[in-house]
């Protein structure tokens, strides 16, 4: 089994799993395996889509800390504007400009706590299916076994 028709086969549950509920995706992940392949190779494949769920796993565990990646470069450079907004703040003729720029940054800031919150949470679901996957790949080998 090649490791696009994996990759499709994971795909296909995920999806589904989101839209349609866990027994659809089900049916439809072990479908679209025992249509891709001989019956000789599902126990293979199988193990093949265990194994690339659990690097999956590992890959999404890696990637966990939701500040991670481009949001602390981005509430880095928040915190410059703010800190250079309470310098204008303090100037009586830049007030004004402090004030918006501080105000903007805020706003900002409440965005980037957001989507930081919703990328965290959106690993998180993502880590329960892989590890549904996980499961339904090993009930399918004991059976087979």
């Known amino acids: ?40 190779e599902f126990a293979e494949s199988m193990r093949r889509v265990r194994g690339m769920t659990r690097y999956y796993i590992d890959l999404a565990k890696v990637m966990q800390n939701p500040l991670k990646g481009p949001e602390i470069a981005w509430f880095a450079s928040m915190v ?42 959106d690993l998180h679901v993502m880590l329960a299916i892989y590890e549904e996957i996980v499961q339904i790949a090993d009930r399918e080998l004991r059976e087979l076994a």
């Open 1 to 40: 089994m090649k490791k696009e028709t994996v990759d499709e086969a994971i795909d296909i549950y995920v999806t589904e799993r989101m839209v349609k509920g866990k027994q659809t995706a089900i049916t439809h992940f072990l479908a679209c395996i025992y249509m891709k392949q001989q019956s000789w």
């Open 80 to 121: 410059n504007i703010a800190i250079y907004a309470a310098v204008l703040i303090s100037i009586e003729e830049q007030r004004l400009l402090g004030i918006a720029l501080l105000s903007g940054t805020l706003v900002n800031a409440c965005y980037l706590v957001r989507s930081a919150a919703k990328k965290w949470c």
